[in-house]
């Protein structure tokens, strides 16, 4: 079989290896991969400058799908011939070890996480213990199923800014009108958009892009899909100024800029939620403004958690999404294309085939 392995910064090696050494454990399975996509984080991996706790070298990928060939698990709703997903988030083997975990096991206090800190998905058979699996119905396109680690993590995010609103009378879930903006027309920006869209039908929802090209792009495949134009930030010396340009009760920071964050804060209502779901390099904070505005300011990191809920909705919405796979290349193809280098403006996510 074959194994992608990061070996360090802009190096990576194509293993061949054989795959029936692979002995599944009780509670394991070994599942055949079918299709890994690429998320900034491996990019970030590729490039020796992702800003969180990883290791090397490593076996990247995250996003996946795949088709169980093997299980042990006698009690296990689960079967050989399941199409499934699973974590990137791999928390501790017994979820009552700490009231983090209990709480949101992305943040157990024994996490790892595959493709990032352990080897991941990037190789054509893998071991994976079962409580890490999602089955997907067995009509599901697995290149769809490979976005949904991606589309958990929006739909964590969103869950963030609706525990912010719970004890008002603007509650996500209770109203359609709120002024939302999404900063960054990246996959995640977009996932977000599409379920705050089709699954919260928010009607008020828009996105800011910097890039021309990407806007253009993106509004070629996906005309729905509404962007925004900013006004100049207020004077912030004054109470007056500093709320002239409050105009979104929510507001999703996905790019992962400190500048961009910093816009959040200015362009967000006083009393409002910034959620943010980027990965940021050390900057400047304006943090007066979270106290000054009494911002609701929330991060949200991994999908655990909301899987079930998303494979149901891909399901039934692939042609929604389907314009997002804009590249894929066949493994057999990877000793001779780069797979890391995209086109900036028109790649939204690539893919790796094993079949």
């Not at 983090?100 to 990032?116: A, H, L, P, S, V």
């Not at 109203?175 to 027309?185: Q, R, V």
């Not at 039908?201 to 910097?210: D, G, H, R, T």
């Amino acid at each position: 079989m074959k194994i992608l392995t990061i070996v360090g910064k802009n190096n990576l090696e194509v293993i061949n290896s054989p795959h029936e050494h692979l002995q599944v454990e009780p509670e394991e399975a070994i599942v055949k991969i079918s299709h890994v996509s690429l998320c900034g984080s491996d990019y970030k991996l590729y490039n020796g400058n992702y800003s969180g706790p990883s290791n090397y070298p490593l076996v990247f990928g995250h996003e996946w799908s795949g088709t169980i060939v093997e299980i042990n698990s006698p009690d296990s709703k689960l079967k050989v011939g399941d199409i499934v997903t699973g974590d990137c988030s791999k928390w501790g083997t017994d979820c009552s070890f700490c009231l983090d975990c209990q709480r949101d096991k992305n943040i157990c206090t024994r996490i790892e996480k595959f493709g990032i800190t352990i080897d991941g998905f990037a190789q054509e058979y893998v071991k994976v213990p079962v409580k890490h699996l999602y089955a997907a119905p067995a009509n599901m396109s697995l290149d769809i199923l490979a976005l949904a680690e991606l589309f958990s993590v929006a739909l964590n995010g969103i869950k963030k800014s609706l525990a912010a609103f719970d004890n008002t009378s603007k509650c996500l879930h209770k109203s359609s009108d709120d002024s939302i903006l999404i900063i960054g027309a990246g996959p995640l920006g977009i996932a977000v958009y599409i379920l705050l869209k089709h699954m919260f039908k928010k009607q008020n929802v828009k996105v800011y892009e910097l890039a021309k090209e990407r806007i253009d792009f993106i509004k070629s495949v996906y005309p729905e899909l509404e962007f925004a134009e900013l006004e100049a930030a207020g004077d912030s010396s004054n109470y007056a100024g500093l709320l002239s340009t409050s105009i979104y009760d929510i507001i999703f920071e996905v790019s992962g800029s400190p500048k961009a964050l910093n816009t959040s804060l200015s362009l967000v209502q006083a009393g409002g939620t910034v959620v943010l779901l980027g990965m940021y390099p050390n900057g400047e904070i304006e943090a007066n403004k979270i106290v000054l505005k009494a911002l609701s300011v929330r991060g949200s990191i991994g999908g655990t958690g909301s899987f079930e809920e998303v494979i149901s909705f891909l399901n039934d919405h692939q042609d929604l999404v389907s314009w997002m796979i804009t590249k894929k290349v066949n493994v057999s193809e990877m000793e001779s294309v780069d797979v890391f280098e995209k086109d900036a403006f028109k790649s939204i996510k690539t893919q790796i085939c094993f079949d």
